[in-house]
């Protein structure tokens, strides 16, 4: 079964950067097909922030257009979240996502 392991947040002022990484083990490299970035504030629902393909065909949410860069080194079955000019409503728990299989979140705050 595939392992996802996240990197990288923490606190950040406004119009900060931040880059997250997500590495995945195990299992099957089927999994890694498309891989995304999700967030989650607590009392609302899970939303995607950005996707990528194996091919490197991206999706991104409408809030983090022009800000939010995602990418991916197949070879080290990782993707990337570069994180630009930081909003506090980009606060939440960050999810790595591929396949069926979640990491467990890390924290990102925007405040000053």
């Known amino acids: 079964q595939v392992q996802l392991v996240e990197s990288g947040g923490g606190l950040v002022q406004p119009g900060g950067s931040l880059n997250l990484s997500c590495t995945a083990s195990?299992?099957?490299?089927?999994?890694?097909?498309?891989m995304g970035w999700y967030r989650q504030v607590p009392g609302r629902q899970r939303e995607v922030v950005a996707q990528i393909t194996i091919n490197a065909y991206t999706n991104y949410a409408e809030s983090v257009k022009g800000r939010f860069t995602i990418s991916r080194d197949n070879a080290k079955k990782t993707i990337f979240l570069q994180m630009n000019n930081l909003k506090p409503e980009d606060t939440a728990v960050y999810y790595c996502h591929a396949g069926s299989i979640w990491g467990q979140g890390t924290q990102v705050t925007v405040s000053s």
């Open positions: 195990g299992g099957s490299d089927l999994s890694l097909l498309i």
